[in-house]
């Protein structure tokens, strides 16, 4: 009896432990599904994810680039598509805002221009508002923008676009030549600063010739702007602008030629301000003289000045050049140096670094050269043309409060008069920033103008 009692135990604790072991089975059996679950639902959703990162490309409008340069900007609204009306229309894949600049060939060898990835993206732009184009469409709409698209045929011309500058340079009997830059399809850039930027020019350059690019400037508004200085028998002349014949003969011919076909990519700095530091290269490459930027204040003569340009920065150990910038170059035609800068643009062209194809352009390039005496160029100090930070420059609108401040303007426009053939406004941090009664620009205004005192000649 006791026996068969044992054996009744026996058998009930081994139906326990089959129980156990059953129920451990199932767990397990049931966590092994539920990792299958998840993981095929995740590699799900990567396919569907991959698939439509194939199938559907959108390369978005991408913002301005907040940052420190010799340039003047405005956006052109927001990102996606911009509605007009009931109309919707595609914005395009990179920035082409308004710029106003502020801003014989030596043989031609095939330069390599960075060419477009062979991605989904960089190929086609799909279905960019109602209809998908290009990129080469795109790229030769925003040209379009910037180039004469009205006027008799031969105002757009290349031919046409050289023989103006070189008649005028000769009709005109004039020292020394001086150009600008406003690469914008409207006027709207063109305010009473930078028309007293060329009233300071004339007033210490009564001789000058000045030339300034600009499809809006050539036209029947920008020549009533214009009269005023005409007028009064100063040599300024308007010039629609040819890119492929500015560029022509030097290695900038290819790169824009790859722009247009769509192999170089813009980047998404602003089409028309990497024109721009191109355009003024190439105009001193072929022409020689001197360019400005529109929000660039001259104060006395340039004449002394050969083959120069100026220092941004120094290293306040060292006392060695730190940056250089473009806003001021004073270089004679066909100048090594120049053709170095060209080169260089075409060779390490990227739209998608602010100041890469500008001030750090320039500041490679010197880098590279200097102490090769075959260049032979001058590198000024930072007073000569930027006396003034472009974080600091706000303090020079800012008029006195008291005796101390008022010492301070005072010295500071003295120092500046003394040392300074010119002074860059920084038009991108200072274009809001009122001229306040007794500041150091008060009073350059007051003795630079031409046109607010009607006697002035």
């Given at each position: 009896?006791?026996e068969?009692?044992?054996?009744?135990?026996?058998?009930i604790?081994?139906?326990?432990?089959h129980?156990?072991?059953?129920?451990?089975l199932?767990l397990h059996?049931?966590?092994?599904?539920?990792k299958?679950?998840?993981l095929?639902?995740?590699?799900?959703?990567l396919?569907?994810?991959?698939?439509a990162a194939?199938?559907y490309?959108?390369?978005?409008?991408f913002p301005a680039?907040n940052?420190?340069?010799?340039?003047s900007s405005s956006?052109?609204g927001k990102?996606g598509l911009?509605?007009e009306g009931?109309k919707?229309?595609?914005?395009?894949?990179?920035?082409?805002?308004?710029?106003?600049?502020?801003?014989?060939?030596?043989p031609i060898?095939?330069?390599?221009?960075?060419v477009?990835p062979?991605?989904?993206?960089?190929?086609?732009?799909?279905?960019?508002?109602?209809k998908?184009?290009s990129l080469?469409?795109?790229?030769?709409?925003?040209?379009?923008?910037?180039?004469?698209?009205?006027?008799?045929?031969?105002?757009?011309s290349?031919?046409?676009?050289?023989?103006?500058?070189?008649?005028?340079?000769?009709?005109?009997?004039?020292?020394?030549?001086?150009?600008?830059?406003?690469?914008?399809?409207s006027?709207?850039?063109?305010?009473?600063r930078?028309?007293?930027?060329v009233?300071s020019?004339?007033?210490t350059?009564?001789?000058?010739c000045l030339v300034?690019?600009?499809n809006?400037?050539?036209?029947?508004?920008?020549r009533?702007?214009?009269?005023r200085?005409?007028d009064?028998?100063?040599?300024?002349a308007?010039v629609?602008?040819n890119?492929?014949?500015?560029?022509?003969?030097t290695?900038?011919?290819i790169?824009?030629?790859d722009l247009?076909s769509?192999?170089?990519?813009p980047?998404?700095?602003?089409l028309?301000?990497?024109l721009?530091?191109?355009?003024r290269l190439?105009l001193?490459y072929?022409?020689?003289g001197?360019?400005?930027?529109?929000?660039?204040?001259?104060?006395r003569?340039?004449?002394?000045?050969?083959?120069?340009?100026?220092?941004q920065?120094?290293?306040?150990?060292?006392g060695?050049?730190?940056?250089?910038n473009?806003?001021?170059?004073?270089?004679?035609?066909?100048?090594?140096?120049?053709?170095?800068f060209?080169?260089?643009f075409?060779?390490?062209?990227?739209?998608s670094k602010w100041?890469?194809n500008?001030?750090?352009?320039v500041?490679?390039?010197?880098?590279?050269?200097?102490g090769?005496?075959?260049y032979?160029f001058?590198?000024?100090p930072?007073?000569?043309?930027?006396?003034?930070d472009?974080?600091?420059?706000?303090g020079?609108f800012?008029?006195p409060r008291?005796r101390?401040?008022s010492?301070w303007v005072?010295r500071k426009?003295?120092?500046?008069?003394?040392?300074?053939?010119?002074v860059?406004?920084?038009?991108?941090?200072?274009?809001?920033?009122e001229?306040e009664d007794g500041?150091?620009?008060?009073?350059?205004m007051t003795?630079?103008?031409?046109?607010?005192?009607?006697?002035s000649s």
């Amino acid at each position: 009896m006791k026996e068969g009692k044992t054996t009744k135990a026996v058998l009930i604790g081994c139906r326990i432990h089959h129980d156990q072991k059953s129920a451990s089975l199932f767990l397990h059996h049931h966590v092994q599904g539920v990792k299958r679950f998840v993981l095929g639902f995740v590699f799900l959703v990567l396919l569907v994810y991959n698939g439509a990162a194939v199938f559907y490309v959108h390369v978005p409008f991408f913002p301005a680039v907040n940052s420190p340069a010799n340039f003047s900007s405005s956006s052109e609204g927001k990102p996606g598509l911009h509605r007009e009306g009931k109309k919707e229309k595609p914005s395009l894949p990179f920035r082409i805002v308004s710029l106003h600049a502020l801003s014989e060939a030596l043989p031609i060898t095939r330069f390599p221009s960075p060419v477009v990835p062979t991605t989904a993206a960089a190929a086609t732009i799909k279905r960019h508002g109602r209809k998908g184009h290009s990129l080469k469409w795109h790229v030769g709409k925003a040209i379009r923008k910037l180039e004469p698209r009205r006027g008799p045929p031969e105002s757009r011309s290349g031919p046409e676009f050289t023989a103006r500058i070189r008649d005028f340079f000769r009709s005109s009997d004039c020292n020394p030549r001086f150009f600008m830059t406003l690469i914008s399809p409207s006027l709207d850039s063109l305010g009473d600063r930078e028309i007293f930027a060329v009233e300071s020019l004339f007033r210490t350059h009564r001789n000058a010739c000045l030339v300034i690019i600009s499809n809006s400037m050539d036209s029947e508004p920008g020549r009533r702007l214009l009269k005023r200085f005409a007028d009064r028998n100063f040599h300024i002349a308007a010039v629609k602008p040819n890119f492929a014949a500015a560029f022509k003969g030097t290695p900038a011919e290819i790169w824009f030629r790859d722009l247009k076909s769509g192999r170089v990519r813009p980047g998404d700095v602003s089409l028309a301000q990497n024109l721009s530091n191109l355009l003024r290269l190439a105009l001193l490459y072929k022409f020689g003289g001197i360019y400005l930027d529109t929000d660039v204040v001259v104060l006395r003569s340039f004449t002394g000045l050969r083959n120069a340009i100026g220092a941004q920065t120094v290293d306040v150990e060292t006392g060695k050049w730190s940056r250089l910038n473009n806003a001021v170059l004073v270089f004679d035609r066909s100048h090594p140096l120049v053709y170095k800068f060209i080169e260089e643009f075409a060779t390490t062209f990227d739209g998608s670094k602010w100041g890469h194809n500008g001030p750090y352009l320039v500041s490679r390039v010197v880098e590279r050269v200097e102490g090769n005496s075959s260049y032979n160029f001058t590198v000024l100090p930072p007073p000569a043309f930027y006396p003034v930070d472009w974080s600091r420059i706000s303090g020079l609108f800012q008029g006195p409060r008291d005796r101390i401040q008022s010492s301070w303007v005072r010295r500071k426009l003295e120092r500046i008069k003394k040392e300074s053939f010119a002074v860059h406004l920084w038009n991108r941090q200072s274009r809001d920033v009122e001229i306040e009664d007794g500041s150091v620009m008060n009073r350059i205004m007051t003795e630079y103008c031409i046109f607010c005192n009607s006697s002035s000649s």
